[in-house]
Every structure is written in C-alpha cells, then in structure tokens.
C-alpha cells in the first residue's frame, strides 16, 4: 500500500528514524480494536512508528487515551484514540466510530475532522514536510 512512500528518496530521509512494527504488536492491536483500520496497521508494518522528519510528527506504535495526554479525557472526545503528535501539543487521532481522522487543539480541547482516513492523513502529512 506504501510501496511509493518507501521508494521516494525525499520521503527516505524524513522516515529515517521509523522502525517497522512486527506482526505481533499488530495482532495485539487487531485483538483489541477488531475494526482498526488496515490502511493504519499497514503504514506502521511497512514504514513503521517513531519520528517523521526533525521534530515534526511523531507516529505511536499504538493509541493513546486523551487522558493520558491531557490528565483527563475532554468532552467531545470519548471516541478518540490519539496515534501521534505534532511534539508541539497538537495530537491526531480516530474517532473510534467511524475511524475517521481528528487533530485536538492543546488549548481550545476542540477537535478537528482532518481525513476521512489514515492513508489520506499520512500522506498530506508526509506531503507537507
């Protein structure tokens, strides 16, 4: 699925500090979340988790509660499970629902719709690095 992104040689230096997960992490995940999107369990088999660029986006191996981050899970985002950050406060996430794609305000605690999914967040993301 992300046989291009691997391929491109400007993507290669901005994803040079990921790490590919194994299928066991994924199983994990596929265990706890049955509906988890494949174009996200994807990414993370091919490309992997950690760092993208210098600082710029940080992808989990896995999800973070809101509360985790902010000390208590803000009204609106019951259904969110957090995968990466902007390492400046500003998270991304699904809303579980639908597995649609939110950014979360660090200051407002409002939630943006940004894609309707994984793949086309990543790539805008990649894209504007």
């Known amino acids: 699925m992300y046989e291009d992104i691997k391929s491109n040689?400007?993507?290669?230096?901005?994803?040079?500090?990921?790490?590919?997960?194994d299928d066991g992490n994924l199983d994990k995940l596929r265990n706890l979340y049955p509906?988890?999107?494949l174009d996200f369990l994807s990414f993370l088999s091919e490309i992997g988790a950690g760092e993208i660029g210098r600082a710029s986006f940080v992808l989990y191996g896995g999800f973070m509660q809101p509360s985790d981050v902010y000390g208590e899970t803000p009204a609106g985002l019951e259904h969110v499970l957090l995968f990466g950050d902007d390492m400046q406060g500003f998270c991304s996430g699904f809303d579980t629902r639908d597995w649609?794609?939110?950014e979360i305000d660090p200051a407002s605690m409002e939630s943006?719709?940004?894609?309707?999914?994984?793949?086309?967040f990543i790539r805008a993301k990649l894209n504007d690095l």
């Open 9 to 21: 040689i400007a993507f290669k230096s901005i994803l040079g500090k990921m790490s590919p997960r």
């Open 35 to 37: 509906s988890i999107p």
């Open 100 to 102: 649609t794609v939110y």
């Open 112 to 120: 943006t719709l940004v894609a309707s999914n994984f793949e086309i």
